[in-house]
T-cell receptor
Framework: DSGVTQTPKHLITATGQRVTLRCSPR?????VYWYQQSLDQGLQFLIQ???????AKGNILERFSAQQFPDLHSELNLSSLELGDSALYFC???????????????FGSGTRLTVV | EDKVVQSPLSLVVHEGDTVTLNCSYE??????LLWYKQEKKAPTFLFML????IEKKSGRLSSILDKKELFSILNITATQTGDSAIYLC???????????FGKGTKLTVNP
């Protein structure tokens, strides 16, 4: 157990639907990162939150949004789902901020999203 | 834009072989380079290399960083079937905390 908790582990939904993926960071970590991993693209950065505020944004689609709550857990919302959104979605956490020594992330076990 | 390129993309070896995985990192402001191992699900941290720590070793795995060329290799000696995984190389982008990942090298070790 890495200390980063993601739910659900698997999700199957239809095109056009909306889903919410949840992540609880490791205790003491203030930064949460969301990544999408598909077979041909590898790990693609979506968005980072630090202590409740958006810190960095990647190639995140407008249909996707995220937030980090006061208790530091984060949610990634995916709407108007398309077949191409099927992927593994990872959450990772780190200390973040000026205290981050670049030791890298701790990853959750991911949510496998299948859009049918 | 910062970029991480790994090679080869795929590698099949027999148990006992030694393998070398490559990672080149194009970055404007180098701070560190990281290696991860991804088996079935979550990537797990292997090594971090920085200007002050250009060589790391753990058991049969070792990694070296050429900071001048921004190139790193990951060596695995006496490979075992349990080493079968995707090996990812990553680095922080610019002055941010976000990591840019390469596409990975899929290593398959056959008995």
């Amino acid at each position: 157990d890495s200390g980063v908790t993601q739910t659900p582990k698997h999700l199957i939904t239809a095109t056009g639907q909306r889903v919410t993926l949840r992540c609880s960071p490791r205790s003491g970590d203030l930064s949460v990162y969301w990544y999408q991993q598909s077979l041909d693209q590898g790990l693609q950065f979506l968005i980072q939150y630090y202590n409740g505020e958006e810190r960095a944004k990647g190639n995140i689609l407008e249909r996707f949004s995220a937030q980090q709550f006061p208790d530091l857990h984060s949610e990634l919302n995916l709407s108007s789902l398309e077949l191409g959104d099927s992927a593994l979605y990872f959450c990772a956490s780190s200390v973040g901020g000026s205290r981050d020594k670049g030791y890298g992330y701790t990853f959750g076990s991911g949510t496998r999203l299948t859009v049918v | 834009e910062d970029k991480v390129v790994q090679s080869p993309l795929s590698l099949v070896v027999h148990e006992g072989d030694t393998v070398t995985l490559n990672c080149s990192y194009e970055v404007t402001n180098f701070r560190s380079l990281l290696w991860y191992k991804q088996e079935k699900k979550a990537p797990t941290f292997l090594f971090m290399l920085t200007s002050s720590g250009i060589e790391k070793k753990s058991g049969r795995l070792s990694s070296i960083l050429d900071k001048k060329e921004l190139f790193s290799i990951l060596n695995i000696t006496a490979t075992q079937t349990g080493d079968s995984a995707i090996y990812l190389c990553a680095g922080p982008q610019g002055g941010s905390e976000k990591l840019v990942f390469g596409k990975g090298t899929k290593l398959t070790v056959n008995p």
